[in-house]
């Protein structure tokens, strides 16, 4: 993709990894996502090609201070 920085909002033309064939020839069972962004892409580009259960996540950014340590935990 183009990408501005770290900025998630900037993002342009993404071209995915083809995630579904390490998939395929795995045990993975679940895959966790990391922030918005990462679901819509995944959403978007991934979904389709793969029938796991998946989960999103609060973003690792620095941007993303609102939760407490007990809420991430959660």
Known sequence: CD???ASDSS????VPNPV???IE????KRVF???GKAMQLYRKFCL???SLPYVQMPSTSPANARFTMPELLE
């Open 3 to 5: 990408i501005i920085g």
């Open 11 to 14: 993002i342009t033309n993404p």
């Open 20 to 22: 579904w064939e390490i």
């Open 25 to 28: 020839k795995t045990q993975i």
């Open 33 to 35: 996502l990391n922030g």
């Open 48 to 50: 389709p090609r793969i």
